[in-house]
């Protein structure tokens, strides 16, 4: 009996599979798309699947498969909906368009947020009067530079705001002392024989710097910026005094520029019971005064980090009275009496920043015209590309900017928020990364999350000088995060729009970000912009995928002509690259004062978007006569 058994299971066990590799053999795909006499000719006579139960054997098997290979697909699709993975194989999936493939459209009607004409803005830091590139900022070349980006405003603060001393001395050559042996003998003479021959000039103050000066200035700089890097490692700073002479031509290349001067106090300069001495400052504000220069001000910056700086802590209620003395201080200085004040410059909203913000508010909040607090993304340990193209790392701003505002509202509903002070890495950044063209979706992205988020200014550090987070280095030439700043100050303007985007198959969802690495924002575009009618929409796309996304204008953007602005690396460095290209155009000055043609690639109506991988790129919707943007 046994052997009989085996015996029968063996053959139904090579019956099975002999019918299953039927089944599922290429010709028999194609027996059963043949008529039924090709078929019946094909089908052998000895087959193992002839049976009294073989038809429905086969109907049911066929319905099992049929239905595993549905569920498989179905769940296979909804997991690559939360988490995007690459294909194994370099051939397209099943699919693959329809799912890459995104709707957008954008609500015309009314804006979601207006924010401020300067809503791109500018930062210096202090430590450009210790390293000598102050005396440079007349250069013909950087006032262009800073001008492409006005309307703006340039903060001058940063980590030794609190070390500052204003000084109305003039006399630069007893006061600056004796240069490194290895600099020519009349280095400094030529400075001061410079700013000499700049004040017998009316109007905006401009010089053209020899070659040899700028080279030996860019060897001092080299020197000093080891000193202050080890300054801010050691968390030991010395005092910087700023002159008459040096407000002089920090106010000349703001006023050049077309941008607003703000200028930050030392809020460390304290009596011995712990109150704001304020000598230093009204010296100054006299002398800004009687010089007529138009200045916005603030009182330190990162107030809640004093007590490891320098082993003093000033609470949130002493804070809130220097700057209530400071109001009282511009004031009665007649010409500052309306002068705009700005603070308190809290940093990353963590325990200790929170809790002085949320005292500063309850005690203070009326007395400043907009609240500030600083950002960085990460700290300089960061040594990857891959680091910068986080989204989590790209997400962390907005729940930054939920604590902050939640402190704000709570207190002064309503209340304009800056962001003081924005860079992607601490301490002055990584070089030949924070100053490549990866940086750049940091920085387009903060940008769309601050602005959908009505966070009204936000101040970039820093536009020259110092660390690897500058938008120009010291050669005077433009980093990529200039050029994406350049571009979004002629497209973009301060009226932000609701988007809303949707994959194939998906109900399209406010603010709807598909799959996290495709960020797309929308606004007016920019009046200032003569080459668009109002009415005219900007879009923004930020490409963090490997693959290449097509995009379809939906609704109201549909049937119209687009522009497209497509920034890409240049050179074989990539995604470390410090060159871009506009639409394959490598872009570059032309002399110190011609910036390049922005030439646009229009796309015809009805025209998909194809944005290629790790791109950043802006489109001009034209023409289309957006109710919100008409006014």
């Known amino acids: 009996m046994r052997p009989r058994y085996r015996t029968t299971i063996e053959l139904r066990r090579s019956s099975f599979r002999a019918c299953f590799l039927f089944f599922f053999s290429p010709l028999s795909l194609i027996t059963r798309t043949d008529p039924p006499a090709l078929q019946t000719k094909k089908m052998p006579k000895s087959s193992p699947c002839v049976s009294p139960w073989s038809s429905l054997w086969l109907a049911s098997l066929a319905t099992f498969v049929v239905q595993s290979v549905l569920s498989s697909s179905y769940s296979s699709s909804s997991s690559s909906s939360s988490t995007y993975q690459r294909p194994a194989t370099s051939g397209k999936r099943p699919g693959f368009m329809e799912r890459t493939l995104i709707l957008l459209d954008v609500n015309t009607r009314s804006p979601i947020r207006v924010l401020n004409d300067n809503f791109l803005s500018l930062q210096l830091d202090p430590s450009i009067i210790k390293d000598g590139w102050l005396d440079f900022l007349s250069s013909k070349r950087l006032v262009t530079l800073a001008r492409g980006l006005s309307p703006a405003f340039l903060r001058f603060g940063g980590k030794r705001t609190d070390f500052l001393q204003f000084n109305n001395q003039k006399n630069l050559a007893k006061f600056r002392g004796p240069g490194p042996d290895y600099y020519l003998k009349n280095y400094e003479d030529d400075i001061v024989r410079s700013d000499i021959a700049l004040d017998k000039q009316n109007g905006c103050k401009l010089a053209n710097h020899p070659d040899i000066m700028l080279e030996l200035q860019r060897e001092k700089a080299a020197t000093t910026q080891l000193v202050l890097l080890k300054e801010q490692l050691s968390n030991i700073y010395s005092n910087i005094t700023i002159t008459a002479r040096s407000l002089d031509k920090l106010y000349n290349f703001a006023d050049c520029a077309g941008l607003h001067l703000i200028l930050g106090l030392n809020a460390l300069h304290r009596n011995p019971d712990n109150s704001w001495n304020t000598s230093s400052t009204l010296s100054l504000l006299k002398y800004g005064a009687g010089k007529k220069y138009n200045i916005s001000w603030e009182l330190g910056n990162e107030p809640n980090a004093y007590r490891s700086m320098v082993g003093r802590a000033v609470n949130s209620t002493q804070l809130a ?16 009496h309306r002068a705009h004040l700005y603070g308190p410059n809290a940093g990353r909203p963590r325990k200790n920043a929170i809790l002085l913000l949320d005292g500063f508010m309850k005690n203070a909040g009326s007395v400043v015209d907009a609240v500030t607090w600083q950002h960085y993304f990460m700290d300089g340990r960061v040594n990857k590309v891959e680091d910068f193209l986080k989204t989590r790392l790209l997400d962390t701003l907005t729940e930054q900017i939920t604590k902050v505002t939640k402190v704000v509202n709570t207190h002064t509903p309503g209340k304009k928020v800056w962001l003081g002070g924005l860079g992607p890495a601490w301490a002055g950044g990584i070089s030949n990364l924070s100053d490549t063209y990866a940086a750049g979706f940091l920085w387009m992205n903060t940008l769309g999350m601050a602005a959908m988020q009505g966070i009204d200014v936000v101040l970039r550090h820093s536009f020259f000088d110092y660390g690897y987070t500058h938008l120009v280095d010291q050669h005077f030439n433009p980093l990529p995060d200039y050029w994406f700043s350049l571009v979004f100050k002629r497209l973009v303007g301060p009226r932000v729009l609701a988007v809303r985007v949707a994959g194939l198959q998906r109900k399209p969802q406010p603010g709807r970000v598909i799959r996290d690495k495709l960020r797309i924002y929308a606004h007016c575009t920019s009046y200032y912009n003569h080459n668009y009618v109002r009415g005219s929409i900007t879009i923004y796309i930020i490409n963090l995928h490997r693959s290449r996304k097509k995009i ?10 687009v522009h497209q602005y497509l920034l890409q690396p240049y050179g074989t460095d990539g995604l470390r690259a410090k ?53």
Do not use: W
């Open 321 to 336: 009275q220097d700057y209530t003395k400071l109001r009282t201080l511009l004031q009665s200085v007649r010409y500052y």
């Open 552 to 561: 379809k204008l939906a609704g109201t953007l549909r049937n119209n002509t």
């Open 579 to 631: 060159h871009v290209q506009l639409n394959g155009e490598k872009l570059l000055m032309l002399d110190n004062e011609t910036f390049p043609e922005l030439k646009p690639k229009t796309l015809r109506a009805g025209r998909t978007i194809a944005m290629p991988p790790m791109t950043i790129g802006f489109y001009v919707i034209k023409n289309i006569n957006a109710y919100a943007c008409r006014r």
